[in-house]
């Protein structure tokens, strides 16, 4: 998979850093927290989600404000700030009209997008998403309190070379995962942003609140939430679903908060996303065949060398059989 990287300039002077990748209809994934634009394409926590999109489609992604490629020093880490990140990203392409996909957090900033230029946007696709952070969920275990401290351990550890710091976020994200799939979701944190803007994002993301905003949205909706999800409850999914006009909500088996791609949850995901958007079904691609190193030829191959031997063999009985029979009949 190739990309190619730009730059672009928000309204308030912040340099953001997006990626574009294969042709088609535009996708546009508003940023989230955290990325990082060369990392998560070679990351297996990232990469089979980036490949599949980009098939078919004109894949956006960028690093919001504070992380990744993006200038890494800035004031303004709010839900206002991540709209002016998308905006100018879409404005630095030119994009008439595309479809969003808001993953986790980022679902807010696509749901504002969408209520503040809903003329520009084709489809809404919520994966992992909520509508309200965890200071509005009326969570006994969670207050300011928890916040604060959970906010202490983000900027204290996350710098530390003990990968146990981090772990304690990325064990939630890819519960399912293994060592090497939360080894990169480890070092991905570590990369993305630095401890203290981690800590700033980790706030600012527990004080979303979109609920006002979910009736006046009238695009055409999928919101897809694993059923077990460990970082973000699925009640919250079916509740963002219910709560815009004719929205489409899929159950996904899984308690990873980002599918991997050996989960059920992948394979739910590009059936029913596709089929939103109109594309045709591809259940087994090109490219995820390749990458498993199972092109249709190398299959022809192996079947061709598998069975060679048996007609060898039989060649050979076919031969002998002949052989006898003649000499059989010379005999008799």
Same mark, same amino acid.
């Given at each position: ?15 953001? %850093?997006?990626?574009?990748? #294969? ?8 940023? +989230? ?32 404000? #504070? ?45 504002? /997008? ?12 919520? /994966? #992992? ?6 200071? +509005? ?25 003990? *990968?146990? /710091? ?39 993301? %527990? ?23 460990? *970082? ?8 963002? %679903? ?22 059920? %949850? ?21 490219? *995820? ?15 061709? +060398?598998?069975?060679?031997?048996? /007609? ?8 002998? *059989? ?11």
């Amino acid at each position: 998979m190739e990309q190619c990287i730009r730059f672009c300039t928000t309204e308030d002077g912040v340099r953001i %850093a997006y990626a574009t990748s #294969g042709a088609g209809l535009p996708i546009v994934r508003p940023g +989230h927290w955290l990325t990082h634009l060369e990392y998560d394409l070679k990351s297996p926590v990232w990469n089979h989600l980036l490949a599949g999109l980009s098939e078919r489609h004109l894949l956006v992604r960028y690093d919001p404000r #504070g992380t990744g490629l993006s200038d890494r020093d800035v004031s303004d880490i709010s839900p206002e700030g991540w709209l002016r990140d998308l905006e100018a990203v879409v404005r630095d392409l030119a994009l008439p009209r595309f479809a969003l996909l808001g993953i986790s957090q980022g679902a807010a900033t696509a749901i504002r /997008y969408c209520a503040r230029h809903p003329e520009r946007v084709s489809h809404l696709v919520l /994966y #992992g998403a909520y509508a309200r952070g965890r200071l +509005h969920r009326d969570d006994p275990q969670f207050g300011p309190d928890m916040l604060d401290a959970m906010c202490t351990l983000i900027e204290k550890g996350w710098g530390s070379e003990d *990968a146990s /710091y981090r772990e304690l976020f990325s064990s939630r994200y890819v519960a399912s995962g293994s060592r090497e799939a939360i080894a990169w979701m480890n070092d991905l944190e570590a990369v993305s942003a630095s401890p203290r803007m981690a800590a700033r994002y980790f706030r600012a993301i %527990a004080d979303i609140d979109v609920r006002p905003l979910l009736p006046k949205l009238h695009v055409p909706t999928l919101v897809l939430h694993c059923r077990d999800d460990r *970082a973000v409850p699925y009640r919250f999914g079916v509740e963002l %679903a219910a709560a815009i006009a004719g929205a489409r909500f899929v159950p996904m088996e899984g308690a990873s908060h980002l599918f991997l791609e050996h989960e059920p %949850a992948c394979r739910t995901f590009f059936d029913e996303v596709p089929r939103f958007l109109g594309d045709r079904p591809q259940r087994f691609s090109r490219r *995820a065949l390749a990458r498993r190193g199972r092109s249709w030829r190398e299959l022809v191959s192996r079947v061709h +060398h598998a069975v060679e031997p048996y /007609y060898v063999i039989a060649a050979v009985g076919s031969a002998l *059989a002949g052989a006898a029979s003649y000499l059989l009949s010379r005999l008799g």
